[in-house]
């Protein structure tokens, strides 16, 4: 099972800033099929990334995702009031299909 | 619009059963791969089942295996989660999912969710 460890646990930040969130792998995804989530408190989560670095749709153009291999990163350009959410990376290229742990963007 | 609404949660005491069932609108649900996530209270994502589109094979977490099956009904637009042996720790909001099909691999990201429902298992 591949293990997916997100860094920080916790992001504070004030709107207008930018956010850099990790997502570490403990084995290489295959065909960098990673994605990413926004989870709002008492909502179901959000498809933002897939393959690593491709929005879905819908999805602003501040999100973006890069990465490969066993390093990943989700970066929100600019924060505005609705980003302050919890965000999990998932891996989809191996069974069974694993979430990391989740980073919480919070307001300052 | 893309719906799935997911119903049949609820308490349940240790070693009991219950279904989960996810009504589909809004797309060809017969086309499409489908899962089931849960989530404890509290705590994070955690994938529990698939099921491919004619509903002819699925996989588990192995923290399920052997106690939850997943089906569906494609003429009724609806997907099922049966769970046995029910534990303290299968207590989360269960959502259903649908695949993101954005090529022909066979591996997809979750798109659509319900919105959950909560199973809590307690004596």
């Known amino acids: 099972e591949i293990v997916l460890t997100q860094s920080p646990g916790t992001l504070s930040l004030s709107p207008g800033e930018r956010a850099s969130l990790s997502c570490r792998a403990s084995?290489?995804?295959?065909?960098?099929?990673l994605a990413w989530y926004q989870q709002k408190p008492g909502q179901a989560p959000r498809l933002l990334i897939f393959?690593?670095?491709s929005r879905a749709t819908g999805i602003p153009d501040r999100f973006s995702g890069s990465g490969s291999g066993t390093d990943f990163t989700l970066t929100i350009s600019r924060l505005e009031p609705e980003d302050f959410a919890v965000y999990y990376c998932?891996?989809?290229?191996?069974?069974?299909?694993?979430f990391g742990q989740g980073t919480k963007v919070e307001i300052k | 619009e893309v719906q799935l609404v997911e119903s049949g949660g609820g308490l349940v005491q240790p070693g009991g059963s219950l279904r989960l069932s996810c009504a589909a609108s809004?797309?060809?649900?017969?086309?499409?791969?489908m899962y089931w996530v849960r989530q404890a209270p509290g705590k994070g994502l955690v994938w529990v089942s698939r099921i491919n589109s004619d509903g002819t094979d699925s996989t588990y977490a192995d923290s399920v295996k052997g106690r939850f099956t997943i089906s569906r009904d494609n003429a009724k637009n609806t997907l099922y989660l049966q769970m046995n042996s029910l534990r303290a720790e299968d207590t989360a909001v269960y959502y259903c999912?649908?695949?993101?099909?954005?090529?022909?691999?066979?591996?997809?990201?979750?798109?659509?969710w319900g919105q959950g429902i909560l199973v809590t298992v307690s004596s």
């Open positions: 999912t649908r695949a993101y099909y954005y090529d022909s691999s066979a591996h997809w990201p979750f798109d659509s």
């Open positions: 393959a690593a670095s």
């Open positions: 998932q891996q989809y290229g191996n069974s069974p299909r694993t």
């Open positions: 084995q290489s995804v295959n065909s960098n099929y």
């Open positions: 809004g797309f060809t649900f017969s086309h499409y791969w």
